[in-house]
């Protein structure tokens, strides 16, 4: 659940039949907690309404209030907010009533429970500790439940790497033998070649056979590779390896080929450091890392008339650092965009192409390895789009044993 804006301080409603106790609550609170918006009603319909608005709102109920009690509208309040927070006052202190009263306050789910007169900053002191607990409680269920919705996300990724093995596993034995046969083909060619003595066989053989012969070995050999990298990809381990940069941008270029063809896209990549670049996680967490950043960016030029596309990968060192920037020259990202894009959820795309969960798996792969990742919209002479990686380069090699 997104917060909605302007929410962040937290907020509190007073209800009291006692339209001069309220005024008197309007001064002495507003004083004594700055910056918090404060509702002050003697109205438990308006009370209502609050709540229906609201759900972080901490009520403080009067529990006399006309022929109406307290306690049943708190009732009322958590039947529609059902987190709603509440801490009672009473002016009636005396009479055998009170004990009972006091008691089924709290056991109704009050929070506190105050006299009249009241201590304005006493109470001020008890609403600002439950406006903090509040915030928290709804922090951390806020968390909770993008954690899940993340955790549900990797299981369905590991249904489709579970799917993908079996795939690859069916399409590597038929390929197996289509190879072997090719190989087989093109040497019994090259033989019957060298032994034709019609000019005509020769001809067919080297203008048609062979070529056509040879781009199938390669179309069979792309096809290795590709099934290579989705085993990597997809395989279930959690080991942590020295990994080299290079390496994992040749599995995502393999990876991601087939969409930058078709968006007639330009992928250029550029080392700029002279020592090997190597960092410390797993191997299969950073191809989908980058992937997914690489994606992103071919997804950007969808629908858009830019001329020609690019995406540039560099690759760079800065003290201990591996600095990765991943660039395109499309359209700029919004700024409303660029203040949430690693949060979880947050998608522009259809719902069968994103989940808006990548850049927030990013971003915790890049946490893991002790790196963080950054998005920035650069104009020089051209418009791009970055994102920029940095990793603790890996220094200790006899770890990787
Ligand atoms: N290179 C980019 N250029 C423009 N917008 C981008 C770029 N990368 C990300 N975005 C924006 O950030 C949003 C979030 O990206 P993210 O990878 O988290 O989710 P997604 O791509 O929408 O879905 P998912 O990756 O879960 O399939 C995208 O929907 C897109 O609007
Ligand atoms: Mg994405």
Redesign the pocket.
Known sequence: MKKPAGEEKGRYCVLDDDTAFLEVARGQLSEALPGVAGLFTADPEVALTYARNDPRLLYVIDIRLGDKNGIDIYHDITRISPRARVIFITGDTGGIEYGRMREKALSRGGIDFIEKPIKWHELAIKMQNHLKLIEYQFDLEDRVEERTRMLIHADRLATVGTMVSSIVHEVNSPLTFIKANQETSLLAVQRIRTECGDPETRRLIDETILPGLTDSIQGVRQIEELLRSFRRFYKQEKTLTAIDLLSIIDDVKTLTIYNIRKQAITLNIVNRSREPLEVWGNKQELIQAVT??V???I??FEGTGVKPRRIEITLDRSDDNLVMTIA?N??K?TQE?ADN??QPF????SEE????????I?RQIMKGMGGDIV?RNKQDDRQL?E?VCTIPLYRDRKRSK
């Open positions: 997914n950043i994606n992103n960016a997804d950007a395109n499309g359209p990202i965009i894009i690693f947050l998608t522009t795309k192409k994103g989940t808006g969960l990548g850049l927030a990013v998005m789009v994102f």
